[in-house]
């Protein structure tokens, strides 16, 4: 097993993914988003190819995608948008439990702080997670509402 501090991170829009790269995201996207936990949707939403979309990839020292994140730029998905967004947080089944998820949220904080400085960052958070989301610095922002069959909260991260 990998450490966190091995990690080769990428940070790169759609257009700069290598064909190999954005496959590993997708694959890894559907197999807990879809498959893991069971929900029927389309997870390439529309907002992977958008302007202002930023894909997060931290690949091990064998060259395997561990975690994935997506940046969204303020205003992305239109003026209903203000701050920078970060979705489809995830991590490899195979590599829950090394510490990970943490340093993938620290990651994307820092790219989103360093793209848009200044900016609250917003997330909507599976509830299950809302501990670990607070523990990065977010706050609730909205009541439990149901997304594709599981509970979700909006959540806001102040800027540093």
């Not at 940070?11 to 996207?29: F, G, I």
């Not at 979309?53 to 060259?63: F, I, M």
């Not at 990651?107 to 997670?129: K, M, T, V, Y």
Request: negative net charge.
């Amino acid at each position: 097993m990998s450490s966190p501090a091995s990690l080769r991170w990428t940070c790169a829009t759609l257009d700069e993914l290598s064909p190999r790269a954005l496959y590993e995201a997708l694959v890894l996207r559907s197999q807990v988003f879809v498959v893991e936990q069971n929900c029927v949707f389309l997870d390439p939403d529309g907002d992977d190819p958008r302007e202002g979309a930023w894909h997060l990839l931290g690949h091990g020292p064998a060259g395997e995608l561990q975690v994935y994140a997506r940046l969204l730029a303020p205003g992305c998905r239109g003026p209903h948008q203000p701050n920078p967004r970060i979705t489809r947080v995830v991590s490899s089944p195979a590599h829950r439990g090394t510490g990970l998820g943490p340093v993938l949220m620290q990651r994307a904080i820092a790219e989103c702080e360093s793209r848009w400085p200044g900016f609250c960052i917003d997330i909507n958070a599976q509830a299950h997670l809302l501990r670990f989301y607070e523990g990065q610095g977010f706050v609730v922002t909205s009541e439990p509402y149901d997304e594709d069959g599981i509970s979700h909260i909006d959540m806001r991260r102040q800027p540093r």
